[in-house]
């Protein structure tokens, strides 16, 4: 049974930081790529970043450029989104998300989904 656990979110002032990580079980990690997205209230998810298998090449979504850092450690079974310069407009439920191949920035294209976790972000 494939599992994808998201900790780190909660509540932080607006120029703050915050590290997210996913912990996955039950697949071969090093076969996927992983992907961060995040939802907002009322709104669609989004996609925020995303790492291939081997960490050797990420994309970010152009509001997120330069201020998140998406990172994975293999031997952990574990995916990271380190989130600085914090704005009240990245409050969102976060979720981690596993694709089998390369990297996806569509949420239809991810084969496993975390249960998110809430980041919240006070101006």
């Known amino acids: 049974q494939v599992q994808l656990v998201e900790s780190g979110g909660g509540l932080v002032q607006a120029g703050g930081s915050l590290r997210l990580s996913c912990a996955a079980s039950?697949?071969?990690?090093?076969?996927?790529?992983m992907g961060w997205f995040r939802q907002a209230p009322g709104k669609e998810r989004e996609f925020a970043a995303a790492?291939?298998?081997?960490?050797?090449?990420?994309d970010y979504a152009d509001s997120v450029k330069a201020r998140f850092t998406i990172f994975r450690d293999n031997a952990k079974n574990t995916v990271y989104l380190q989130m600085n310069s914090l704005k009240p407009e990245d409050t969102a439920v976060y979720y981690c998300?596993?694709?089998?191949?390369?990297?996806?920035?569509?949420?239809?294209?991810?084969?496993?989904w975390g249960q998110g976790t809430q980041v919240t972000v006070s101006s």
């Open positions: 790492i291939t298998w081997n960490g050797g090449s990420t």
């Open positions: 998300a596993a694709v089998f191949g390369g990297i996806v920035s569509i949420p239809r294209g991810y084969d496993y």
């Open positions: 039950g697949l071969p990690f090093r076969r996927y790529a």
